[in-house]
């Protein structure tokens, strides 16, 4: 089945070998899972020779409590060839993947949501910052264990007990008037 | 001016100029919303800009990880609040892949029609917005009489003027009323000498045309390098449209012309819209004629609410399933799709995890606005200030989209 139908299933998997694995087509897009150390190198491979040129999404998913927890989804299109493919990286706890950010500028920002959401660090990124959350938050909104109402503070009563689980944002932790490095 | 730089400083400034770092927004009325921009300014030079979203942020992904299929129609009315109906619809066609379900053609046919209803208003809003930044009030006034009408039809179909929540999953909530298609007849007679009328508002204004021809200039890899789908991505020549691409629904039985232009400026983007209106009313007036009689929500009882109401008080089943469907929501076999519709703003996708119970695992909203706001790292020749509203008005992100 693999590679019969879709020319650049078979190129990946010469070029890339045991890294990369197809996974099958699940509603018009081809899946495949890649070990997230060639991510750089298999982005520009798809990008510059399999004409995957636009890059839709890019997106944190926290599988708690499997093991590896984490998982960023990569959605590709080929505007040439009308064609989708997803990539999927699992990542362990705490997870760390390299930035494509330099493959696609798009990515700056995607990836900046992913980590201010469930605190997947992009090595490489230009400017890992939050997005959506002020400077000083701590924890990572988006992740399973984080409450859906957040933490109890004299901002939010509504809040549940405990503190944050997660490290806090080193970056932006003694941002003045901030309310970081309390925990 | 005609050099390309990439809101870089110019080369070599007056020595006792001094950078000055100035806020735009988050209050503020060319910012269309609640967007703070961090500028680092040289005189009247933008040098550096870091947009600041999150303004909105009201945890859409995570909040829909809490709710039911159902219950989640309504989250997606508040991305797009200017277009709810598009968004409403991607999210469906999204479930419905899952369920491996399709819509009765009826209901497809209603949905197109929303939907470029709702793509109409869109362009409308930022047709008028976008002179009204630059300092051409007139349009606006015009193009809100107009959105007016596609207003009171949304109302007359739905019962709500902004946040619709119509779609369903297998269909649509309620079937047209029967004076719609007298009105919508009378709005698609209306609507195209309404939008010569906006040509020809703006189009000579010598002001607007100073203004937006040649200012923000996104090159076409550029465009795809930073992601820019929908008008945008067009506007600088790139041929893409999901509903011709990918088509979904029935836009592979309608007839429409897939507009691009060359230029990539504000002129351009704002042009794009202009004219894509026009094939938005072609493709309605289509639809109306091909649009068949039938059901407008799918027969499938473990998914689709009971259509006949009073079947519901009189019959055990109905109720039954009724009661189920609100209290508890219906099941979606576990799986992940990715769902992308050409939305007025862009390309409109939905990531869904399912791990097989009522409420999705994860839901990604690939909100195109988000997306097209990081252009505005990437435009040439926007080099002042005045320049950047321009760049931002014809980029036309609706904040509750960027913030989800």
């Known amino acids: 089945m693999t590679g019969a139908a879709v020319p650049f299933i078979a190129r990946l998997e010469k070029r890339f070998g045991d890294t990369v694995s197809y996974t099958g087509v699940s509603h018009g897009i081809h899946i495949f899972t890649a070990s997230p150390e060639i991510i750089v190198d298999l982005c520009r491979f798809l990008k510059e020779e399999l004409g995957f040129n636009f890059l839709s999404d890019i997106c944190g998913v926290d599988y708690l409590p499997d093991t590896p927890r984490f998982e960023v989804v990569y959605h590709l299109y080929s505007l040439s060839d009308k064609w989708r493919i997803r990539l999927k990286c699992r990542l362990e706890d705490p997870p760390h993947i390299a930035s494509v950010a330099g493959v696609w500028r798009t990515a700056n920002w995607h990836e900046r949501e992913a980590w201010d959401m469930y605190g997947i660090t992009f090595d490489g990124h230009p400017d890992l910052r939050r997005i959506y959350m002020w400077e000083g938050f701590e924890g990572f909104p988006q992740r399973k264990d984080f409450p859906l109402r957040g933490y109890r503070d004299e901002l939010n009563p509504f809040g549940a007990e405990g503190v944050p689980p997660t490290r806090p944002d080193l970056e932006t932790k003694n941002i003045p008037g901030g309310t970081g490095g309390k925990s | ?404």
Request: hydrophobic share 40%; net charge negative; proline share 6%.
């Open chain 2, 1 to 404: 001016m005609t050099e390309a730089t990439e809101l870089r400083p110019p080369a070599g400034g007056s020595p006792d100029t001094k950078e000055v770092l100035l806020n735009l927004g988050p209050q503020h009325p060319s910012t269309h919303g609640v967007l703070r921009l961090v500028l680092e300014m040289d005189g009247e030079y933008v040098e550096r800009v870091d947009p600041h979203i999150g303004y909105l942020h009201r945890g859409t992904e995570k909040l829909s990880e809490n709710f039911t299929y159902t219950q989640i129609f309504p989250l997606t009315d508040r991305l797009d609040y200017v277009c709810p109906p598009s968004n409403n619809l991607a999210f469906a066609l999204a479930v419905e892949k899952l369920l491996e379900i399709e819509a009765p053609v009826r209901a497809q046919y209603i949905r197109v029609i929303m939907a470029e209803l709702a793509r109409l208003s869109g362009h409308l809003l930022i047709t008028g917005a976008l002179p009204m930044d630059l300092g051409a009030m007139t349009a606006l006034l015009y193009a809100m009489r107009e959105r007016e009408m596609i207003m009171d039809l949304m109302e007359m179909v739905t019962g709500a003027r902004m946040h619709t929540s119509y779609c369903r999953v297998g269909g649509v909530r309620e079937d047209l009323p029967e004076e719609f298609a007298g009105k919508i007849r009378e709005f698609c007679d209306i609507f195209p000498n309404r939008i010569r009328d906006y040509e020809r508002l703006v189009e000579k204004n010598r002001m607007f045309i100073k203004r937006t021809r040649g200012i923000g200039v996104i090159e076409p890899e550029d465009a795809i390098d930073l992601g820019l789908s929908g008008p945008n991505l067009r506007a600088s020549g790139v041929d893409w449209d999901i509903r011709r691409d990918e088509p979904y629904e029935i836009y592979d039985q309608v007839e429409f012309d897939v507009i691009t232009r060359n230029e990539g400026d504000c002129y351009a983007r704002w042009r794009c819209r202009v004219e894509e209106m026009r094939e938005s009313v072609r493709i309605i007036e289509q639809c109306l004629k091909q649009m068949p009689e039938g059901r407008f929500l799918a027969d499938i009882p473990t998914v689709a609410f009971p259509v006949d109401k009073d079947r519901v008080h009189s019959s055990m089943e109905a109720l039954i399933q009724h009661f189920d469907l609100s209290a508890y929501g219906f099941k979606v076999p576990a799986g992940e799709v990715y769902s992308a519709i050409e939305a007025p703003k862009g390309e409109l996708g939905f990531y869904i995890v399912s791990d097989g119970s009522p409420k999705p695992f994860r839901m990604k909203v690939r909100a195109p606005s988000f997306v097209n706001l990081q252009a505005l790292y990437g435009t040439k020749n926007a080099r002042y200030l005045a320049d950047m509203i321009a760049v931002l008005g014809s980029l036309d992100p609706v904040m509750a989209e960027v913030d989800k």
